[in-house]
């Protein structure tokens, strides 16, 4: 058979942890790249999760290094209380061999894109400063994709400094989510699509009885994952119970799980109230074209049986 070709833009991060993992345990994919871009955690801590990643789950996908700061804004973050120190639940991994590519995540992405001409899956769950980069730097790479499907935005946002508008990854760097809106067609699995899909905590138990049963360093690894998003959700009331970025890679694993609508979508990046809002023109009265499919509807329990199949995945290797 064979594979979509994928490449997994991304900020590890917990969420994206589980997304990689789910990721890597479809049949049907073959991840090609995991690129670094800075976000949850500085890109420092962002590049080694990914390099560690790649390791945990024996992917072998080309590592590659992106941005370490938005377009204009500052970056100030140093930690994260939701995602634990280190970025991956206070997760310590080895020290990776694994070596990143010479070349940067946007020359990455580009050059996969060429290669697999049109067949290559790309998906954003971090802030979209490298593909923004790689659109500027390659304004043909639209016509490469297959499809581009991101976590961030949605009909309502996480940020409370900007009256909870904007979503975290569009709000890090709202100049490249702008333009990344105004050149590519985005799947854009959002904070309602996300939340809908919440877990709870039974479903964080039966994960972790199923990853227990695994005696591989992937099972290892998820069950710590998890053990962290329970107690760092149920335990202290963060939303950890969301696991945002595996949704994204759900939807483009089984249709049946995110229901899109096409929409108008621009990206407020004006320094004002709501900047990083994903404003979605459900009327039509912006008179533009649809530019977005929007995630509207979710099925939550075959989310959720997914990722306790991905955990029975790992611990039958
Ligand atoms: C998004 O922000 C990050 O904290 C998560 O990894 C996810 O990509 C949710 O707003
Ligand atoms: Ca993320």
Known sequence: MKKIPIIIDCDPGVDDSYAIALANSHPEFEIIALTAVEGNVPAVLTRHNCLCLDETFDIGAKVAYGATVP????????????????????????????????????????????????????????????????????PDLPEYLKKFVIMGGGTFGNV????????????????????????????????????????????????????????????????????????NSFGRGEDNNVIHDALAVAAEIDPEIVKFEKYYVWVEDREIENVGETVIDFKGENGKEPNCWVAMDVNQPKFVQLMKDMCKYYAEK
């Not at 500052?74 to 939701?82: D, L, M």
């Not at 010479?102 to 290559?120: F, Q, R, S, T």
């Not at 105004?182 to 039974?202: C, D, I, P, Q, R």
């Open 71 to 138: 377009l204009v804004r500052p970056y100030f973050r140093e930690e994260s209380a939701t995602h634990g120190e280190g970025g991956v639940g206070g997760i310590q991994f080895p020290a990776p061999a694994k070596q990143p590519e010479e070349k940067a995540a946007w020359d990455v992405i580009y050059e996969e894109a060429v290669k697999h001409n049109g067949e290559l899956v790309l998906f954003a769950v971090g802030p979209l400063t490298n593909i923004a980069t790689a659109l500027r730097k390659y």
């Open 160 to 231: 409370t400094a900007t009256g909870a508008k904007a979503e975290f990854n569009i709000w890090v760097d709202p100049t490249a989510a702008k333009e990344v809106f105004e050149k590519l067609e985005v799947y854009m699995v959002g904070l309602n699509a996300t939340h809908a899909a919440a877990v709870e905590e039974k479903d964080f138990d039966a994960m972790l009885e199923l990853t227990a049963k695994g005696n591989n360093k992937e099972s290892a690894f998820l069950n710590k994952l998890t053990a962290f998003s329970k107690e």
